[in-house]
Structure formats: structure tokens, C-alpha cells
């Protein structure tokens, strides 16, 4: 779980920081539960919605 909580945790940096807010706070969501031990549907539905959020900035503009 170390690996996906440093993952999250740079995401949510590089995100705000890129300007990518949905990616930003989605991740920093997901970092939260994380660390709170949090690992139930909520956290999955973060999940999912972190890479949603991914998959759209890397399919770039249309």
C-alpha cells in the first residue's frame, strides 16, 4: 500500500501544480483514506474517479 499512497501523494502535488484540480484533489482524497486506513467502496469510487481524471488528460485535446 506504500507504493499507491507515494503515487497518490505525487499526483496530487504534480496535479495542482500542472493545473489539473480534478486530478489534484481526487488524488489528495484517495492519499487521505490511504493514511486513515480507509479501504472501502468510498475509497474505490475515489479510485476510479482519480483514473477517470487520468485517462483524460492522456488522451490529450481532440
Known sequence: M???LGIAHSLAGTGGTLGFPEISSTAFEVETML???KIDDQATAAL???IGALAVVSDGPK
Open 35 to 37: 493514511i486513515e486506513g
Open 2 to 4: 506504500s507504493s499507491l
Open 48 to 50: 476510479d474517479r482519480l
